[in-house]
């Protein structure tokens, strides 16, 4: 079912069973646009005013929440959720079964792993140098390994890599690497315990 509002560009293939609620764009040229094809699974559920631009190859069981925003020519796996207000940059790789919480930021370069979680107002930053000459070359995203998850408003700082099934804790700033199988908390984020199975 698609809405008579939204906006369906040329070049977007929509899966089978695919809700797009009222007033969502989809397919939105950008500066550079060159007819770059939007491809989304089957079984999405795209709901208001959501905005994914060009480029972007979604899987199948995509959801989004309200006014969610895609910049354009991103990955994103199967089974994914990206919820109310997020914003996720360009040139982001999502693995499959990734859940983004309400209003987290996911700037270009960022690579989040399958199963990986991220909760509300979490903030991923990929710039080391901001407004420094050339910026736009260094920008440097994070990397959030394969089940690991990220707590409510926590911020990542450009570059760093959270190890796989860690868990960082709401609030924390991670400000270096964190290994697997690791919980960290505080600002900055230090060593809780090693998660044992």
């Known amino acids: 079912m698609i809405a008579e509002t939204a906006k369906i560009y040329p070049n977007v293939k929509l899966g089978a069973n695919c809700v797009v ?3 969502c764009v989809i397919g939105a040229p950008f500066a550079g646009y060159n007819g770059e094809e939007t491809v ?3 079984n999405a559920v795209i709901r208001s005013h959501t905005v994914i631009y060009a480029g972007n190859k979604i899987g199948d069981n995509f ?3 309200n006014k969610a925003n895609i910049r354009e020519l ?7 959720s990206i919820g109310t207000l997020t914003v996720v940059e360009h040139h982001v790789t999502i693995g499959e079964n990734v859940r983004i919480h309400s209003q987290a930021f996911v700037p270009e370069y960022t690579v989040l792993e399958k199963d990986c979680w991220i909760g509300p107002n979490v903030v991923i930053t ?3 140098y901001p ?3 050339k910026e736009t070359r260094r920008l440097v995203g994070a990397t959030i390994r394969e089940r690991a998850k990220i707590g409510a408003n926590s911020t990542i700082l450009p570059g760093r890599v959270v190890g796989k099934n860690s868990l960082v804790g709401a609030g924390s700033v991670v400000t270096r690497n964190i290994e697997e199988d690791t919980i960290v908390a505080g600002n900055p984020a230090g060593f809780i315990r090693k998660i044992h199975y």
Do not use: L, M, W, Y
């Not at 991103?74 to 994914?80: K, L, R």
């Open 21 to 23: 609620e009222d007033f």
């Open 40 to 42: 989304i699974g089957d």
């Open 63 to 65: 959801a989004t929440g």
């Open 74 to 80: 991103n990955t994103i796996g199967d089974n994914v």
């Open 126 to 128: 990929n710039d080391p």
């Open 131 to 133: 407004k420094s000459p």
